[in-house]
C-alpha cells in the first residue's frame, strides 16, 4: 500500500475512534424518573428500549421480526440448555445506532432475543418496551443522568470528574483474578443511622393499586420509580418508627406493600422522602446477591436518584452525584 494512502486510512480509523469514544447524548425519554431510548428508522421504524442497570440484556422476539433484524445462534452453552433451539442473538438496528444508542461492548455488539414469555413479567398496566438494556450494556462506559434536566449521556472514555461532585465508590463481583464477573453496581446509602448496601437500579419500578395512588394523591401516573427493600428491614422499619407511613396492597399485581422512608443520605446529601416497595428476603439477600460482591438489602431507584446528576463510572467502579434540588448536605465543611 503507498505510504500517503496507509496514512489517510489510519488517519480514518483514529478518526472513527476518537468519535466512538467521544461521548453522545442519547434520544431518552423520562418517565417518572425511569429513562427509555426511543428511536425512529426514516421509513418509520421504531425501536423503544428500557434502560435498567439491575436488568439483562435483551430484544423481545416479537420486535426482532417486525423490525426483520437478522439472527444467529446463540453460542453460550449454558443458556442453549435453558433455552434450546430458541437462543438466537442478533444486533441493534442501524437506525437506532445512528440515533445514539451504542452497542454493547461485549460479544461483538451481539445482544440475546427472548420470547416475550421469557423476557420478564410485565406488570398489569406496564408499558411496553421493545426490550431492555441492562448491566451488560451499561458495562465498560461512563453514563450521565441528567434527572432534573431529563438527560441521558455517555461520556467520553477520558471523562473526569469535576472537584463539586461527591464521589460514592462502587462495588462489582469480580472472579479470584480480579476480573470483573457481572456490572450489578452496589451503593451504600444511610437510612434511618445505618449504613445498607443496595443495588443501584436505574429500572426499579412499580405499578400502583388505584388505592394506592388515591392515598398518595401527588398527581403522578400509575407506573413510576421506586425503591425495595427486603422484608426484614421493612418489619425492622415498621416496628421502630409506627409513624412511617406504609400503604398496603400497592402494587399492582403482586399486592407488596410500600414505606415511606423520610430521608435517605447519598454521598452525604440527604434526600426524601422516598417510598420503598416491600420484597421477600430471598429477592435480594439470596438471588440478587449472588450477582453481586456482597448481600444487599434492596435496590435504589429512580426516584431517589431524581434530584441529581449522577455520572456511574462503570471501569472506575465509582458513582459522582451533584444535587440540583431537594437536598441537605450533611457533611461537615
Known amino acids: 500500500m503507498p505510504s500517503q494512502a496507509r496514512t489517510m486510512l489510519l488517519a480514518g480509523g483514529l478518526l472513527l475512534a476518537a468519535a466512538a469514544d467521544a461521548g453522545q447524548s442519547l434520544p431518552a425519554r423520562f418517565e417518572s424518573d425511569r429513562v427509555y431510548l426511543e428511536a425512529q428508522g426514516a421509513t418509520g421504524e421504531r425501536l423503544r428500549l428500557y434502560t435498567d442497570t439491575g436488568g439483562g440484556l435483551f430484544l423481545k422476539q416479537e420486535a426482532v421480526e417486525r423490525l426483520k433484524l437478522p439472527l444467529s445462534p446463540l453460542e453460550d452453552p449454558e443458556a442453549r440448555r435453558e433455552l434450546g433451539d430458541r437462543a438466537k442473538v442478533t444486533r441493534l438496528p442501524a437506525f437506532a445506532v445512528e440515533a445514539g444508542i451504542p452497542p454493547p461492548l461485549a460479544d461483538d455488539g451481539r445482544m440475546m432475543v427472548l420470547p416475550s414469555a421469557l423476557a420478564g413479567p410485565q406488570l398489569p398496566g406496564a408499558s411496553q418496551d421493545d426490550g431492555i438494556l441492562g448491566q451488560a450494556w451499561f458495562s465498560g462506559r461512563i453514563w450521565t443522568w441528567d434527572y432534573p434536566a431529563r438527560r441521558f449521556r455517555r461520556e467520553a472514555g477520558d471523562w473526569k470528574p469535576s472537584p463539586e461532585l461527591r464521589r460514592l465508590a462502587l462495588g462489582f463481583k469480580t472472579d479470584g483474578h480480579g476480573n470483573r464477573v457481572t456490572d450489578f453496581p452496589r451503593l451504600q446509602v444511610v437510612i434511618d ?25 401527588d398527581g403522578g401516573p400509575s407506573e413510576r420509580a ?5 422484608d426484614s428491614v421493612f418489619q425492622a422499619w415498621r416496628k421502630a418508627h409506627p409513624d412511617w407511613r406504609v400503604i398496603n396492597n400497592a402494587q399492582a399485581g403482586m399486592g407488596s406493600a410500600m414505606i415511606e422512608v423520610p430521608e435517605v443520605i447519598i454521598a ?9 416497595t416491600h420484597r421477600e428476603n430471598r429477592n435480594f439477600h439470596d438471588f440478587m446477591s449472588s450477582f453481586m460482591d456482597a448481600r444487599v438489602d434492596g435496590a435504589l ?33
Open 226 to 230: 421506586t425503591s425495595m427493600i427486603a
Open 268 to 276: 452525604g446529601y440527604k434526600v426524601g422522602p422516598v417510598w420503598f
Open 193 to 217: 443511622g445505618k449504613t445498607h448496601s443496595l443495588l443501584l437500579d436505574t429500572g426499579a419500578m412499580t405499578v400502583l393499586t388505584p388505592n394506592a395512588q388515591a392515598e398518595l394523591a
Open 301 to 333: 431507584g429512580g426516584n431517589a436518584f431524581r434530584h441529581f446528576i449522577m455520572t456511574v463510572d462503570y471501569p472506575g467502579a465509582a458513582a459522582y452525584f451533584r444535587c440540583i434540588a431537594g437536598c441537605r448536605d450533611t457533611t461537615p465543611r
